[in-house]
């Protein structure tokens, strides 16, 4: 195997909170365009779209689909106008550690566990993102440096909503 | 189909299909509410150029697809307690997905059952773009 690409210097951020986010109050319009647009062409569950049907549900109103996403385009914590340290999905430079040179960077595995307590317009989500992990694999595209990176979400009562361990895969 | 009781259950049974082609008019959809907009996802050089012969689908939006079968087979009664999900090839634009779920344990507690359910998604070729599994919990 090829020296390995973890450094010291990234070795001491695994478990460290990376970057805390907090969403902008969701929006029935986002749930209803995130529905839309995962279930595409067809027409997405009620649930997700029409107030008056979700009121008569067991959820007493429109709710979020699971994995869907408060924290695109723009968010409360960092805002926009706070210079992005990443393009990426994640960055060791959020921490002040130099990742290293890869040319492509691919999500290869996901893990969710969700609460029973689901998303809903007027709640605000906070994201606490932590690397929990480093491993290398050589693969079809070389020396392969994987990544777990955990994301746990509350909202603004404090309850668990969900957390994610996404695996990526740098090369 | 809407599972209606979990007296109907039974280990081996198959969750309905849900199928969705890799269009430019669906992905963008879901680039533009998760704004996610990586080139390879849309440009062959780039696709091309990390090792892919097609731009291909992004992972959120095949884990959107788990969760859509698993919510479509349950109704608004059941809820989604884990999914997991590796990615094991691209899906590629102009390739049609199927995603597919079957039972494997089922779990029957006082008020509600737990349902494991072993996921895939497989490309029109019947090459096995992801694996997976989820548990869910429905009221008996």
Same mark, same amino acid.
């Given at each position: =195997? ?8 990234? *070795? ?13 109050? %969701? ?24 107030? +008056?049907?979700?009121?008569? #549900? ?53 893990? +969710? ?16 993102? !932590? ?12 020396? =392969? ?27 | =189909? ?10 081996? $049974? ?5 199928? !969705? ?7 963008? !959809?879901?680039?533009? %509410? ?8 849309? $440009? ?18 095949? =884990? ?5 079968? @698993?919510? #479509? ?25 199927? %995603? #597919?779920?079957?039972?494997?344990? @089922? *779990?029957?507690?006082? #008020? ?23 548990? %869910?919990? @429905?009221?008996?």
């Amino acid at each position: =195997m090829k020296d390995s690409l973890v450094t010291d210097d990234m *070795q001491n951020i695994v478990g460290k909170v990376m970057r805390e986010s907090v969403s902008h109050p %969701v929006s029935t319009s986002d749930i209803r365009k995130w529905a839309i647009s995962v279930y595409y062409p067809e027409e997405p569950p009620r649930l997700f779209w029409d107030e +008056e049907y979700a009121a008569t #549900t067991t959820h007493g109103g429109i709710v979020a689909p699971e994995e869907f996403n408060p924290f695109a385009w723009s968010t409360q914590k960092p805002s926009l106008d706070e210079p992005k340290v990443s393009g990426t999905a994640f960055s060791e430079r959020e921490l002040g550690i130099e990742p290293p040179k890869y040319k492509a960077i691919l999500l290869s595995e996901i893990r +969710e566990n969700y609460s029973d307590v689901r998303i809903r317009p007027g709640d605000v989500i906070r994201a606490t993102h !932590r690397i929990t992990n480093y491993f290398e694999r050589e693969g079809r595209m070389g020396h =392969m440096l994987y990544t777990t990176l955990s994301n746990e979400w509350h909202n603004q009562s404090e309850q668990w909503i969900r957390t994610t361990e996404s695996v990526f895969i740098r090369y | =189909m809407v599972i209606r009781n979990t007296q109907d259950l039974n280990i081996g $049974d198959e969750l309905p299909t849900f199928i !969705r082609k890799g269009t430019v008019e669906h992905w963008n !959809r879901f680039a533009a %509410v998760n704004d996610e907009f990586a080139p390879h996802h849309w $440009d062959y050089d780039v696709a091309k150029n990390e090792g892919f012969d097609a731009p291909f689908a992004m992972a959120p939006l095949q =884990m959107s697809f788990f969760n859509a079968l @698993l919510r #479509t087979w349950m109704g608004e009664q059941g809820r989604i307690i884990s999914l997991s999900a590796k990615l094991k090839s691209p899906f590629f634009k102009e390739q049609t997905l199927v %995603v #597919t779920g079957r039972v494997t344990e @089922l *779990q029957i507690l006082e #008020t509600e059952t737990y349902i494991d359910i072993e996921l895939m998604q497989a490309d029109t070729d019947n090459k096995t773009v992801a694996i997976g599994t989820a548990q %869910v919990a @429905l009221a008996n």
